[in-house]
């Protein structure tokens, strides 16, 4: 069975504190690994998607890698606005068709 | 563009009852889809749509029945709704080769099953 982890549950950073967050997963066949933003009482929003080991996205602050086994969303020098909850998701095939599978989360605070 | 829109925002149900979320997306998507969120738990899927007249069944379907007549709307009923369908419900579009491309979210409805 796929499985999603994210570590973090929970972390708590400085304004300016850079850190990392977690996604490792025990997937049959990547097909795509997706971060997701959700904002207290709202909606998941998309902000990356990673295919293959090695790859590299980024904006702003936020920096996607990729590796075999693991993501990692680094945050560098976060801002209060960067509070969040960063969701992952990956994509394996099944039969004729893809799955996603996400992660619980991991909600950042971001202190000024 | 509104994107997706879900209504209501918040419900209350007692046991037993039925009702209907509804989830309307004007980005002319071909794929729609419904999870729900529980706490330390990632986004389970309900049901899905590749376009309208077809649905098919998620992980987590039972309680559930979806119909798509438009490509626009994508209505969510509870049949009998019991104290486990308590949950945050989303309502997803995406578009491209696959339905599992990237989702666009609606805000949720926040449902209570006393």
């Known amino acids: 069975e796929d499985q999603v982890t994210q570590s973090p549950e929970a972390l708590r950073l400085q304004e300016g504190e850079s850190s990392s967050l977690n996604c490792s997963y025990t997937?049959?066949?990547?097909?795509?690994l997706f971060w997701y933003r959700q904002d207290p009482g709202k909606g998941p929003e998309f902000l990356f998607t990673?295919?293959?080991a090695g790859e590299e996205k980024e904006k702003e602050r936020l920096k996607a890698t990729l590796t075999k086994k693991e993501s990692f969303l680094h945050i560098t020098a976060p801002k209060p606005e960067d509070s969040a909850t960063y969701l992952c998701a990956v994509r394996t095939r099944v039969s004729n068709d893809y799955k996603l599978s996400f992660g619980a989360g991991t909600t950042v605070t971001v202190r000024a | 563009n509104a994107g997706v829109t879900q209504t209501p925002k918040f419900q209350v149900l007692k046991t037993g009852q039925s009702m209907t979320l509804q989830c309307a997306q004007d980005?002319?998507?071909?794929?729609m889809s419904w999870y729900r969120q529980d706490p330390g738990m990632g986004l389970r899927l309900i049901h899905y749509s590749v376009g309208a007249g077809i649905t098919d069944q998620g992980e987590v379907p039972n309680g559930y029945n979806v119909s798509r007549s438009t490509t626009e709307d994508f209505p969510l009923r509870l049949l009998s709704a019991a104290p486990s369908q308590t949950s945050v419900y989303f309502c997803a579009s995406s578009y491209g080769s696959y339905r599992t491309d990237t989702q666009y979210f609606g805000p949720g409805t926040r449902l209570t099953v006393l």
């Open positions: 980005m002319n998507h071909e794929y």
């Open positions: 997937v049959s066949g990547l097909r795509g």
């Open positions: 990673l295919y293959s």
